[in-house]
């Protein structure tokens, strides 16, 4: 099983429509969370930090659940400047808490 | 401020060639990272560094990889004899400090073609 796994996409939405990423991760020991979003062609760069009860930034709404060891992230009201890859990461715990493991990915276009 | 800096941005190089990658991490961290993004996969961990150590270089996926740090900021990557299948874009990412909720800020990447 991959350490971090997402939906494979690719997620194709209009303009305005809500649209859910999933990702679980199999460390139950994994101590950070986080949604990081990919242009094409750039480098990856952190849209939201994932945090145990649930955390909200505008129309990004991320949840953890740590029981069943999954991450979700969505959009609400999608704007085409939001088309982008979406990567699901994982820090982990203990002496290794500086790694950050990457999931690969769900590509997402926002249609006009 | 200056985020992290990398360069070249594309090198293109024959197989068995060395080639070298700098970074150039934001000023004051004291964490920098080196990963790989290849063609359809995630990005994948290579070194960590802590100041001028390198505590983790459990990522380097052969021995003909290898990296340093000096005076605690720039970072090279050497890849000595390079192979076809050492193509991928290469990135940096420089962290205050490593652990818990601490960002890591990625550079922009070397992409390098190995023919």
């Known amino acids: 099983r991959k350490e971090v796994e997402q939906d494979p996409g690719p997620f194709n939405v209009p303009e305005g429509a809500t649209v859910a990423f999933n990702c679980t991760y199999s460390?139950?020991?994994?101590?950070?969370f986080f949604w990081y979003r990919q242009d094409c062609r750039k480098e990856p760069k952190l849209l939201m930090s994932?945090?145990?009860s649930g955390n909200e930034d505008g129309r990004f709404t991320a949840q953890l659940n740590r029981a069943s060891q999954y991450i979700s992230l969505l959009i609400r009201d999608s704007k085409l400047s939001d088309s982008a890859t979406y990567l699901c990461?994982?820090?982990?715990?203990?002496?290794?808490?500086?790694?950050?493991?990457f999931g690969k990915g769900t590509l997402l276009t926002v249609n006009p | 401020g200056a985020g992290v800096s990398q360069s070249p941005s594309n090198k293109v190089t024959e197989k068995g060639k060395d080639v070298e990658l700098r970074c150039d991490p934001i000023?004051?961290?004291?964490?920098l990272y080196w990963y790989r993004q290849s063609l359809g996969q995630g990005l994948e961990f290579l070194i960590y560094?802590?100041?001028?150590?390198?505590?983790?270089k459990s990522g380097l996926p052969s021995d003909r990889f290898s990296a340093e740090r000096t005076g605690g900021s720039v970072s090279t990557l050497t890849i000595q004899r390079t192979q076809q299948e050492d193509s991928a874009v290469y990135l940096c990412?420089?962290?205050?400090?490593?652990?818990?909720?601490?960002?890591?800020?990625f550079g922009p990447g070397t992409r390098l073609t190995v023919l």
């Open positions: 990412a420089s962290s205050l400090t490593s652990g818990g909720y601490n960002e890591q800020f």
């Open positions: 460390n139950s020991a994994s101590q950070s």
């Open positions: 994932v945090y145990s």
């Open positions: 990461v994982v820090r982990n715990s203990g002496g290794s808490n500086y790694k950050l493991t």
């Open positions: 000023s004051g961290h004291t964490a």
């Open positions: 560094f802590q100041g001028n150590s390198a505590p983790d």
